[in-house]
């Protein structure tokens, strides 16, 4: 029961600092940014009586996922780490942890409540861009297939955000301050990519290429269909689920080694 | 749990700690304290803040020996105990700048393990009333003055009740009058719990400890009541007035004040005849200043 209250009470505080923060919301806008302006163009160039009928539906769905998933999927993977990397290193550099760690609290809940949190900020950002900018299409455009829409954000987006903001917590948790936390993001956004290939290869190496390839280039291939080869969305969701379990025995067996030291 | 343990609280056998880079912060210390407040004094780098955060689990020792309340504080198991019960405040306690004073102490509530958001809003009012933080706890912490953080970081440590109150240089910062006022808060927690603190200001302690350590160089050089630590300096304090110029050979001048015809020094010592020295009454400050000087000379 305490355990429990412990990791929702620092989830929520966590989630309400973040937004006191403010980079939450200039990523939210950001990503508005991107979906809606597009809507803008595509506007323009519409003469009305042109589209109609189950092809248009396909074109336009085809448009819709193009955009919203090549904006998103860069977000979440270029963007979001660096505003959840200092989560657990931000209460060392403050001094917040010399009281913290005189609690009760585990360190399993620690970083428990601190993954939640970080989770928490990222599905409200990205629940808020999907229902305000799929609306905007809806009207301002035309209508598209809602389930093909609704599926990429369920099992394309949702899992990308949550395994690269779990990665990034829980990896940067042994890490001593802010800075050294976005150099440890530095590293896992564009190092690892870099060693690992950008491009997914179909080997189970592209699973540690925080740009997902298996989901994110199987969800652009749905809009066109010359991408790269990658692994399954069902492989790479393993994978990551994986990394994070893997990330979070480390982050916990860390904490333990430092205890008292 | 055998007797002794019960009474006291905490037992320290032969406690050391040397940190990383060499430096041996805390050499061979034999300490018992029990109820009340006991205070921990000493200059700078003596040790303090490094015993302090053993005896709060943040730290481990290197050798010897460290129980509070029956619990070993070299097992990790025995730290989690102690937290159970402790309330703690850091020499720099950091606050999270976006909070607001009522929602940090809301926080470090939930994590000491107050599950009832009732019972949590009944203490965080009742404590901001205590540390006179009321009109201020719903500004976020960014907007405090030194002072008021330094009352929310108090009113922290005192959440849930602790047996346990490790306060380290709590009155750093705070003006007179809340001073004053913290001395009467703490004395009365003193009542139901055991508290530790330390302090530079040697009036916290001779108005509210009844038992104190004086910390030198990592080892404990008295351990006592204030007015055994007094009784150290008697016959040893002395009036001298001078023309203007300061009494030195071996004498510590503990403070001065300028008069019509000259300066009037308070100084700690023995001085020679030509002084014409006047003999006066110790205070608490004189004690701690005559014992430091002795140690100064043993260590030479
Ligand atoms: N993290 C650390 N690493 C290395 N040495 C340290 C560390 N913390 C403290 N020390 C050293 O240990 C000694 C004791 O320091 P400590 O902070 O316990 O003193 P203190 O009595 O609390 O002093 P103050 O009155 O200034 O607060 C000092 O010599 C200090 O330089
Ligand atoms: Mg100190």
Redesign the interface.
Known sequence: ??VL??IV??AF?EF??HW??RGLLVVTLGMLGVTLLPIMLVRNELSSDSLLGAEGVQYFTQNVIRIHWAAVGAVLFAVMPFIFADAIPR?R??????????????PLSYLAGKTLGAWLGTVTCLILTVITSGAAWWIVIAPFDLSVYSAIWISGALPMALINVGLVVLITSVLPNSRTAVLGCVAFVVLLPILVGVEGNGTLIELLNPLRPGLFFYYLQQASPSQPQTLSPEVTILGGTLQLIAAAVGAWLWA?FR??? | MTDNQQTNRITIRQLSKTYPGGVRALNQIDLEINGGMFGLIGPNGAGKTTLMRIL?????PSQGEARVMGHD?HD?SG??AV??S?G?L?Q????????TGR?FLD??A????I?SSLERRRQCDSLLETVRLTEVADRKVKGYSGGMKRRLGIA?AMLDTPQLLIIDEPTSGLDPEERVRLRTVLSEMAKRCTVILSTHIIEDISQSCTDLALMYKGQILFRGSPSTLIGQARGKVWQITTSGESPNNGLSVVSMLQLENGVRYRVVGTPEPHHEAVLVEPSLEDGYIWMLQQARIAVH
Request: avoid cysteine; hydrophobic fraction near 35%.
């Open positions: 029961m305490i209250s412990q009470g620092i505080y309400r600092m006191r923060r209460d550099q403050i001094g917040v942890s010399e009281v913290l760690h005189t609690t009760p609290l585990r333990r205890d008292g030291r | 709060a689990g943040l730290m481990r504080l990790s730290r989690q937290k159970a402790l703690y850091p720099d306690l950091g606050i999270y700048p976006n909070l929602e926080y470090i939930i994590l000491k393990g599950t922290q």
